[in-house]
Every structure is written in C-alpha cells, then in structure tokens.
C-alpha cells in the first residue's frame, strides 16, 4: 500500500517538479498562428523576409514545445516509477519533510493559544463594553462618552496585549515554513537526481530553454515584421 504522502509527492512533483514547468503552461505560448498578418500582395523583399522570419521561428517553437511536452511526460513517468518503490534516499528526505511539518505543529501550537488566550481575556470585556453602549444609548445617553471611552481603552489594551504573541508566532512561522521548504527542496532535488529520473529531468530542463529561447526570437521577429508592415513595399 502507497502511503498518502507518497500520492501526494507524486501529484505535486509531476506537475510543479521543472521549477517552472507549470509556469511554462503550454498554452502561455499558444498556437501563434494567427498572430502573424498575412503576407500583402505588394510586399518588397525586406518585408517578406521579415514574414518568412517569422514563420520559420513559429514551426520552431511549436516544436520545441512538442519537444518538452514529449520529455515531459517521460519525466513523469520516471518520477511515476520512481515513487512507487521509493530508494532509501527518497524515503529517507520523506521523512525530513514530515519530521520538519510536525516540528512547525509542535512549535506553532503554544504560539496559537498564547494568542486565543489574550482574545478569550479580551473579548467578553469588549462584548460587555457594546452592550453597554447599547444599553446606555437608548436609556442614558449622558454615560455615552464614558462608555466609549472604556471601549476605545479595552479595544487599545487588546491590540497592545496582542503585540508580543504575535510577534512570536509570526517569526515561529516563518522559522517553521523555512525548515519545511528546506526540506522539500531536499526531497524534489532527491527525486530529480535519482539515476532513473535524472536524465529525463535534464531533458526537460534543455527543452524549457529552448521553449525559452525560440519564444524570444519568435516575439523579436514578429515585432519586425509589424512593423515592416507599416511600409510593406520595402
């Protein structure tokens, strides 16, 4: 029987294992297709080179794309085949993620209740400060300005009481989600350089650039050509 974590690894490692992949998102590129104007009857030759520029640099990046889905997918697979009989090395960076995300339970859980503590102190003092108001409001409106003047005084003594822990839950988190993305990046990094999934890993990785690179020229090119269009006779 898989464990959940495993499962869990698996789906987040396929789709978000590139550093980027996912941001990739095939359809961030598109079909380019009918982003170029079409060639005018009257075109000179520089614009028509232009065009043609064009052109070769869209069939090279829908196959650079096709490229890295292709890898893609083997990457997955690897990472499929991997994670279901897991090396010592996986396991043992497995358990550095859940050991790092019960430490941050163990460290946040007294930071959390020193916080509910100062609202389980404060807030029937605030709810008895409204009903006071409210009371006062429709029976003796000369107590009004007394009586707001405890609840802005309560209000304020609540915020200062609620500074300190804050603050120590606030840097306890930080601390806690550190350790834990520490250790997953020890995990991803464990799984990427395993012998059976590094080489598609590095495939991927080439084809990102080269997405990257042919995406670049791609946009270079057509900006050419737009504005060759301007006078197309050239």
């Known amino acids: 029987m898989r464990r959940p974590l495993i499962d869990t690894l698996e789906s987040r490692v396929l789709f978000h294992g590139f550093g980027g992949f996912g941001g990739f998102g095939f359809g961030d590129f598109g079909h380019h297709g009918n982003g170029i104007p079409p060639l005018p009857s009257n075109a000179g030759a520089v614009t ?6 064009v052109q070769t640099d869209l069939t090279a990046l829908n196959t650079a794309k096709g ?13 499929h ?31 959390i209740a020193a ?14 400060d409204f009903m006071t108001i409210w009371t006062d409001h429709k029976t003796s409106s000369a107590n009004l300005s007394t009586d707001k003047a405890k609840l802005a005084s309560d209000q304020a003594a609540l915020q200062a009481a609620l500074v300190g822990p804050l603050k120590t ?10 350790a834990i993305q520490t250790a997953q990046t ?11 999934v590094a080489p598609a890993y590095a495939m991927v990785q080439a084809d990102q650039t080269a997405v990257s690179s042919d995406q670049s020229t791609y946009t270079m090119d057509l900006k050419t050509y737009l504005t060759d269009l301007k006078n197309p006779t050239m």
């Open 48 to 53: 028509t080179a232009a065009f043609n520029a």
């Open 67 to 79: 490229q890295l889905q292709t890898d893609s997918q083997a990457y997955n697979t690897a990472v």
């Open 81 to 111: 085949t991997l994670l279901q009989t897991p090396t010592a090395a996986i396991m043992s960076a497995e358990t550095a993620v859940q050991t790092a995300k019960s430490a941050a339970k163990t460290l946040l859980q007294p930071d």
């Open 115 to 128: 916080v509910q503590a100062v609202y389980t102190t404060y807030l029937p003092i605030l709810r008895t």
């Open 169 to 178: 839950l606030q840097m306890d988190q930080s601390s806690a989600w550190t």
């Open 186 to 196: 020890a995990l991803q990094t464990a799984i990427n350089t395993d012998a059976s």
